[in-house]
């Protein structure tokens, strides 16, 4: 008995000891990382922004005020704290357009991802476990979209389908697949020859009980990585075709169509545009590190 209340008395002693090893462990690895939890946290503030617009917005982004156009920054002569990154050139006040302009990329962006990655690893997952015909046919879709310019692909779903927030989340969608489809094939053929792939089919499990419950879980942090990069590149790809004319259509919001607005002030009235140019570059920015950060802290190779 008394050697029982001694091993406990031990264990006692030492719980605290662990987790606070534990926590020291933690915090060094986020100090590692801090680049990456510094811009998580302005990501956050971004889609908070984007998520409350309508409560954070001082006016209504579709309201025309042509007694105010083109209005300086606040700090600028003749700015307004009534407007304070300025209006464009029919009076529309620019925070308020960039906040709101922020719910369609990210949008899109995210929607985008989703099409893409859902698409694009199930036909990896298949094209890698199934190999002969089933890869050769994926494969040769594969690259068949591959060869497609990405303009001219946006070219003809848009002149068929016409510009759309939906079009546009269809076109960026496809034109990602391929990248998840040839990452995951190849990370499925090395998995499918290891041994308890081996091991399950020679239990009888079922080739959906193989891919979906062994394969699939294997590239779960491959696939995170892979597509909170991806959304940076949406980003970018969405405000190049809405900056074209190809994207969602004014008057609503987007921070391409008001980088397209405002190349012709440029020269005059400079903040139209650098204001949704300065603010897909923080986002990009930000979700590229929160990307980087989180490759780097499901890599098990990485941990301390």
Same mark, same amino acid.
């Given at each position: 008995?008394?050697?029982?209340?001694?091993?406990?008395?031990?264990?006692?002693?030492?719980?605290?000891?662990?987790?606070?090893?534990?926590?020291?462990?933690?915090?060094?690895?986020?100090?590692?990382?801090?680049?990456?939890?510094? &811009?998580?946290?302005?990501?956050?503030?971004?889609?908070?922004?984007?998520?409350?617009?309508?409560? +954070?917005?001082?006016?209504?982004?579709?309201?025309?005020?042509? #007694?105010?156009? @083109?209005?300086?920054?606040?700090?600028?002569?003749?700015?307004?704290?009534?407007?304070?990154?300025?209006?464009?050139?029919?009076?529309?006040?620019?925070?308020?357009?960039?906040?709101?302009?922020?719910?369609?990329?990210?949008?899109?962006?995210?929607?985008?991802?989703?099409?893409?990655?859902?698409?694009?690893?199930?036909? $990896?997952?298949?094209?890698?476990?199934?190999?002969?015909?089933?890869?050769?046919?994926?494969?040769?879709?594969?690259?068949?979209? +591959?060869?497609?310019?990405?303009?001219? +692909?946006?070219?003809?779903?848009?002149?068929?389908? $016409?510009?759309?927030?939906?079009?546009?989340?269809?076109?960026?969608?496809?034109?990602? @697949?391929?990248?998840?489809?040839?990452?995951?094939?190849?990370?499925?053929?090395?998995?499918?020859?290891?041994?308890?792939?081996?091991?399950?089919?020679?239990?009888?499990?079922?080739?959906?009980?193989?891919?979906?419950?062994?394969?699939?879980?294997?590239?779960?942090?491959?696939?995170?990585?892979?597509?909170?990069? #991806?959304?940076?590149?949406?980003?970018?790809?969405?405000?190049?075709?809405?900056?074209?004319?190809?994207?969602? #259509?004014?008057?609503?919001?987007?921070?391409?169509?008001?980088?397209?607005? $405002?190349?012709?002030?440029?020269?005059?009235?400079?903040?139209?545009?650098?204001?949704?140019?300065? &603010?897909?570059?923080?986002?990009?920015?930000?979700?590229?590190?929160? $990307?980087?950060? +989180?490759?780097?802290?499901?890599?098990?190779?990485?941990?301390?």
């Amino acid at each position: 008995m008394a050697s029982v209340a001694a091993k406990v008395a031990l264990e006692a002693r030492e719980a605290p000891a662990s987790r606070s090893r534990t926590r020291r462990i933690t915090l060094r690895r986020l100090w590692r990382f801090k680049w990456g939890v510094a &811009a998580a946290a302005v990501l956050l503030v971004i889609v908070g922004s984007a998520v409350f617009a309508p409560w +954070l917005a001082p006016h209504n982004p579709l309201t025309v005020d042509i #007694q105010h156009r @083109l209005s300086p920054p606040v700090w600028m002569a003749g700015g307004t704290t009534a407007h304070l990154l300025g209006t464009d050139q029919v009076g529309r006040d620019l925070f308020s357009r960039t906040i709101y302009g922020g719910r369609v990329s990210l949008v899109i962006g995210v929607a985008a991802v989703l099409v893409s990655s859902s698409i694009g690893v199930l036909l $990896g997952l298949a094209a890698g476990y199934f190999h002969a015909r089933v890869d050769w046919t994926i494969m040769t879709l594969v690259n068949v979209m +591959l060869t497609f310019p990405f303009v001219l +692909l946006a070219l003809a779903v848009i002149a068929v389908l $016409g510009p759309s927030l939906v079009n546009m989340i269809i076109v960026l969608g496809i034109a990602d @697949l391929p990248l998840y489809a040839r990452v995951v094939r190849a990370e499925t053929l090395a998995i499918r020859e290891r041994e308890f792939i081996m091991a399950g089919r020679a239990l009888g499990m079922s080739h959906p009980r193989i891919i979906f419950r062994q394969i699939l879980p294997n590239l779960v942090s491959l696939i995170v990585v892979i597509a909170t990069l #991806q959304v940076a590149r949406v980003i970018i790809l969405e405000s190049f075709l809405s900056f074209l004319g190809l994207g969602v #259509q004014p008057p609503t919001p987007a921070w391409g169509n008001m980088l397209g607005e $405002g190349r012709v002030y440029m020269l005059n009235s400079w903040w139209i545009a650098a204001f949704p140019g300065l &603010a897909i570059f923080v986002t990009t920015l930000a979700i590229n590190l929160v $990307g980087n950060a +989180l490759r780097d802290w499901l890599d098990p190779h990485m941990k301390l």
